[in-house]
């Protein structure tokens, strides 16, 4: 019987491939991404199989941790694992505080958890002195008001955009 499964998988992932081939395309893109830290997988049953199978191929392509999660954890027991302490959303703004020609030496950048909550960390650069600021965001708003760029970074952040890539002609940075 195991033979026959086993003689069976190139045919089974030829009609997966023919079924589900583009959205594996978009998965396999999701995973070159050099941003990526870990890999959460859940599955149950006889899935188990293929996520251990992935865990091996993802975390040698990918040179990150690849860890599992049941199903049932989130659906049966509304226990899903702790994430608190990862930063799931982040994004960093550069921008030219003083309207000068400086190449955007200013920063804002955006550190938010699973619940949007965390820090926006500021740093502020005018010719001889640079400033340091840092504002909590709790539930992705913050408790004191932020400027239009911490602002940007926060919504940057939880929209998954990433703001510096918009580099304008002249920029030293």
Not at 47 to 63: E, F, H, I, K, T
Not at 123 to 132: D, F, G, T, V
Not at 137 to 153: F, K
Request: aromatic share 6%; glycine share 8%; hydrophobic share 40%.
């Amino acid at each position: 019987m195991l033979d026959a499964e086993l003689r069976g998988q190139p045919q089974a992932l030829a009609r997966l491939f023919e079924r589900q081939g583009e959205h594996a395309l978009e998965l396999a893109a999701a995973f070159r991404r050099d941003d990526i830290r870990y890999i959460l997988i859940a599955s149950r049953g006889s899935s188990s199989n293929a996520a251990r199978y992935a865990q091996y191929l993802l975390g040698r392509a990918n040179r990150v941790p690849v860890m599992f999660a049941t199903p049932s954890l989130y659906t049966i027991y509304g226990q899903p694992p702790r994430l608190d302490g990862a930063i799931v959303y982040r994004a960093i703004v550069r921008y030219d505080a003083y309207n000068e020609l400086s190449g955007r030496q200013s920063t804002s950048i955006a550190l938010l958890d699973e619940h949007r909550s965390g820090i926006v960390l500021s740093s502020i650069h005018h010719r001889e002195q640079a400033r340091l600021y840092v504002k909590q965001v709790v539930g992705g708003s913050a408790a004191v008001p932020l400027s239009p760029e911490e602002d940007e970074a926060v919504h940057a952040a939880l929209a998954g955009e990433v703001p510096d890539a918009r580099a304008t002609p002249g920029d030293a940075g």
